[in-house]
């Protein structure tokens, strides 16, 4: 049986993790993780919403090495739970947080605080060091999207599939050098995104992450330089675009990975200019896992990982090859310019038809957010409010302190077709991203409608 080591670390004084600061060993997690398995109720599948990521991590790896299942789900709705529940009923939920009202039997981590089932503190660590093996075919998680109707789609994940991903992957982006690069997030590590970049890239190409998931330009600032060099900042646009926009002093950073949304090479110029460092964009989908990146600032295009190729039949574009189990359907527009490289033009659901023109909303979206002033802004599909059946109409909502709406409006006439320019155009505080900075279109639709329901005189 073909195997792939939970680690990558060949010592048990190596440094996996900080936790305040604090070093964590490979010897300390292995500990921890073999302590949590023991003590984890006899059911197969987990629902991990530990918001400290070496929690998560240990509840990760305590499910791996004792063939539990994690589950992934875009959200922690009650409706999304009331489905997940339906989907495995002998979930349950392990967190760190006392005030967790999720709808599951609950199993707080250890050490963390008294409630209805809390394991014991960890053991000392035995002076023997042996790392894990994991089959390649285990089934290691399920990751779930909302489909078309709002209801999860689940999407199975191999421990072979994970971890061949982020071994073809580090190397691309530079991490797979010898030195112990330090990873701080902004993302979730029960994100997708989060959980092949903050987590398992550790993991498997001997580095290292740092347990907090700071927000705020000057907590993530603080977070930054309290991590031990080479550091390297894993974060997504929305995130780029607030720390470029405020006056925190930020410490010197070596590399910038970002994901999640598009990102503009006007704003990845920015930030490495600003912070004169790297940046690197990663493209990957839930099917596919990570498949490519690039210098955005430098370059449209994207280079795929070793062994992942794509292919054309009946005008649809499939990835295959490398991590990649079986031939899978890309759902974006792609144009393929080479044995490893292709272009990127938007989703396939992405695009729109406004009076028999074409326009995509990750288009109309980078032509919204790159006016001076904006902070956060993106389009939106609604019906015509006169009731013309069949036609559409677009909105948008925008973050951009100082400006007015008529403003917004003679900005975009100069850089979007006429028949795309957004009625209503919606002022608002801020715009309702999920933890990884995501926007679905869903939510964003049911967020404009309230806040036109409020402006709107009776």
């Given at each position: 049986?073909?195997?792939i ?7 048990p ?38 918001a400290?990521?070496?929690h ?22 009650p ?21 967790c ?14 409630g ?15 790392v894990?093996?994991?089959?390649t075919?285990q ?5 779930f999207t909302?489909?078309s ?34 990873l ?8 997708m ?24 330009p ?13 550091r ?8 780029l ?5 405020s006056e ?26 600003k ?79 406004v ?7 990750a ?96």
């Amino acid at each position: 049986m073909e195997t792939i080591p939970l680690l990558s670390h060949g010592s048990p004084t190596a440094i996996i993790a900080y936790r305040g600061g604090v070093p964590i060993t490979a010897q300390e997690f292995l500990a921890d993780a073999a302590h949590l398995a023991q003590r984890l109720p006899d059911s197969r599948h987990v629902l991990n919403v530990c918001a400290d990521r070496y929690h998560f991590t240990v509840g990760l790896a305590a499910c791996l090495i004792s063939q539990r299942v994690s589950l992934l789900p875009s959200t922690h709705t009650p409706q999304v739970i009331a489905q997940l529940a339906a989907f495995a009923p002998d979930a349950f939920c392990l967190t760190d947080d006392p005030r967790c009202d999720i709808e599951l039997p609950q199993v707080y981590y250890p050490g963390q605080f008294q409630g209805s089932v809390t394991a014991s503190a960890p053991t000392t660590a035995s002076s023997s060091f042996s790392v894990p093996g994991i089959p390649t075919t285990q089934l290691a998680a399920i990751v779930f999207t909302s489909g078309s109707t709002g209801t999860p789609v689940p999407y199975r994940k191999t421990w072979g599939l994970l971890a061949r991903c982020i071994q073809s992957g580090a190397p691309r982006l530079g991490l797979s050098d010898g030195l112990r690069h330090t990873l701080i997030g902004t993302v979730p590590g029960q994100h997708m995104y989060g959980l092949e970049s903050t987590v398992l890239l550790a993991l498997l190409s001997g580095n290292a992450f740092c347990a907090e998931r700071p927000f705020y330009p000057a907590d993530i600032a603080a977070a930054v330089k309290a991590a031990p060099h080479p550091r390297v900042l894993i974060t997504t646009p929305i995130h780029l675009r607030i720390l470029t926009m405020s006056e925190v002093e930020f410490p010197p950073v070596d590399l910038v990975v970002s994901a999640t949304a598009p990102l503009s090479p006007e704003l990845a110029r920015e930030v490495e200019r600003k912070y004169r460092t790297s940046l690197l964009e990663i493209y990957g989908s839930t099917e596919t896992g990570q498949i490519a990146m690039r210098r955005t600032a430098e370059t449209a295009a994207w280079r795929l990982w070793p062994g992942v190729r794509l292919s054309v039949a009946d005008d649809r574009v499939y990835a295959q090859g490398g991590h990649i189990e079986q031939r899978t359907l890309m759902c974006d527009v792609i144009e393929i310019t080479g044995t490893e490289e292709f272009l990127l033009h938007g989703r396939t659901a992405d695009m729109v038809n406004v009076a028999g023109k074409r326009s995509s909303f990750a288009y109309l979206d980078s032509q919204l957010n790159a006016i001076p002033g904006v902070v956060d802004g993106a389009f939106f599909l609604r019906e015509d409010s006169t009731g013309s059946a069949g036609v559409a109409r677009l909105g948008a909502v925008v973050v951009a302190p100082g400006l007015s709406a008529a403003a917004l409006t003679e900005q975009l006439r100069l850089r979007i077709d006429p028949v795309f320019l957004p009625r209503p155009l919606l002022l608002v505080e801020e715009l309702p991203r999920n933890a990884a900075g995501k926007l679905p279109q869903q939510a964003l639709q049911g967020f404009a409608e309230s806040q036109m329901r409020t402006e709107e005189p009776p």
